[in-house]
């Protein structure tokens, strides 16, 4: 009975597959979709000559034998009336079932009076209807991605191009892109291109914010638009930071930070800098880039002048880690443009434990090397106070390098600006006081001969004493003996 069922079926089996429509306007397809055919048994079809109530079962499958189910499948045992051999019914493999890949639908029918559900051959294969095929090209389907190879893609417009994908609008958000995670707790973000600004804006929808804005030339503001803010003695800004407030002193001064791009400043190519302000007053600013002199990598920190007209340099990082304040620095690890201080009195303090020295020997002779120095009192020149406005007209104390270098060679070095030579006079000190000590020694020797001289001094006042003392008696004796 079962065999005749199956070869009936075989040979005069029809299914038409059709999309279920939505009978509301506006409303969601869905993923089921309608399926009809006809059962004939024996030649003749079921239901015939009145409707009878069949239990089918529905498995969708991704090959035509063997293979898997896919999606909710199986569907059924489902009741479905059957007239004349002809029925109809939904079926719903759910949303990740069908997906532009074959599928293979296998049925399982029990009529009144089977003993058990005969499964059909072979598996009817699903096809596609043509306005199917239409309404998805030119997108292809793999798995369960959607993609399109050729051409452009227009939401906006009919004409799209020549960007692959290609959004107008106009206002309020002109062309937008929303993106949202539907997480709980999460945000939504709305990309948009602003009309008559030429600007492309990162908005939040959750706090009905915009926090970064990109204006054509390429200036880009967070937290603001991108005006072309600057500040005495630097270029526009290339890109504009701009922080909240909530009233507070210290919040207020974090208000504003800004980073200039590419910007020439005397012989010094700047290609960054990030600019400080509080209120849109400037307080500052910190730039790298290389020097136009030596070609070496530096970081300048950079300060308004007193009546903020112009901008000051303050100190500069140069490369290989010299630092200068208020100069460039040259040679040395760090240079100073005028005096330096410290709370306390006393020298910097620098490593000199014995475990770290070697070939010790005290300095010798150094009277005659502190002789050779010449300490003088000078003014620094007209052209040298110009180029360093920190040294005052005024006598300074030191020595010429030129005639220090005779003396202690290894202390003068060149000092990387102009030609100019710089000295170390701490070795004149440690001269000074081993030159101290030897004088200390010549007068311990002076104090010793002197010692001795005058113990010798008081023998000899002694025995003059005793002969005084003697002739005075004799010539006592001989008065006495006259008389």
């Excluded at 024996?42 to 239901?47: A, L, M, Q, V």
Aim: hydrophobic content about 35%; proline content about 5%.
């Amino acid at each position: 009975m079962k065999t005749g069922l199956r070869s009936m079926l075989v040979g005069v089996f029809c299914a038409l597959l059709a999309i279920q429509m939505g009978t509301a306007v506006g409303a969601p397809l869905g993923t089921a979709f309608t399926y009809q055919g006809r059962l004939i048994k024996n030649s003749s079809p079921i239901g015939n000559p009145s409707p009878v109530v069949c239990d089918m079962t529905f498995g969708l499958w991704d090959a035509s034998v063997a293979g898997n189910q896919v999606g909710t499948s199986p569907v059924g045992p489902l009741p479905i009336s059957v007239a004349n051999g002809l029925f109809t019914t939904n079926i719903d493999f759910g949303p990740d079932a069908i997906n532009g890949q074959a599928r293979w639908l296998e049925i399982a029918v029990q009529c009144p009076g089977d003993a058990s559900a005969t499964i059909l051959t072979p598996r009817q294969e699903l096809k596609p209807a043509p306005y199917s095929h239409f309404s998805a090209a030119p997108w292809r389907t793999e798995d369960s991605n959607v993609y399109y190879a050729n051409g452009f893609v227009g939401i906006g417009t009919s004409t799209p191009g020549p960007d692959q994908l290609d959004i107008r609008g106009d206002a309020p958000y002109d062309g937008s892109i929303r993106l949202e995670n539907t997480q709980s707790g999460s945000g939504a973000w709305r990309i948009q291109s602003n009309g008559g600004v030429d600007e492309l804006v990162f908005c939040s929808i959750t706090d009905a914010q915009c926090h970064l804005y990109i204006k054509q030339g390429g200036n880009v503001g967070i937290g603001r638009t991108t005006t072309n803010l600057t500040h005495p003695g630097q270029g526009a800004r290339a890109l504009t930071l701009h922080g909240g407030s909530s009233g507070s002193t210290a919040d207020a001064a974090l208000a504003l930070l800004e980073l200039n791009g590419l910007n020439s400043v005397d012989t010094v190519s700047d290609t960054g800098q990030i600019h400080f302000l509080n209120n849109g007053i400037s307080l500052g600013s910190i730039s790298g880039g290389k020097s136009g002199a030596d070609n070496l990598g530096f970081i300048r920190f950079v300060v308004p002048n007193a009546d903020a007209t112009d901008a000051v340099e303050a100190m500069r990082i140069k490369t290989p880690g010299n630092v200068g304040i208020g100069r460039t620095p040259g040679t040395n690890r760090l240079e100073v443009e005028g005096d330096a201080s410290k709370t306390t009195a006393g020298s910097w303090l620098a490593n000199s434990d014995a475990a770290i020295k070697q070939q010790v020997q005290p300095v010798k002779a150094a009277l005659a090397v502190i002789d050779q120095l010449r300490p003088v009192a000078f003014y620094y020149t007209d052209e040298y106070r110009a180029k360093h406005p920190s040294v005052k007209d005024q006598p300074y104390f030191n020595y010429i390098a030129q005639e220090f270098r005779k003396v202690f060679p290894d202390s003068v070095q060149d000092s990387g600006e102009d030609g100019l030579l710089q000295m170390d006079s701490y070795p004149a000190n440690v001269y000074a006081v081993a030159a101290i000590k030897e004088l200390h020694d010549i007068v311990q020797e002076k104090d010793c001969e002197m010692e001795e001289l005058k113990q010798r001094n008081d023998a000899l006042e002694a025995r003059l004493a005793k002969i005084e003392a003697m002739f005075a008696g004799q010539n006592a004796s001989k008065v006495e003996g006259g008389q």
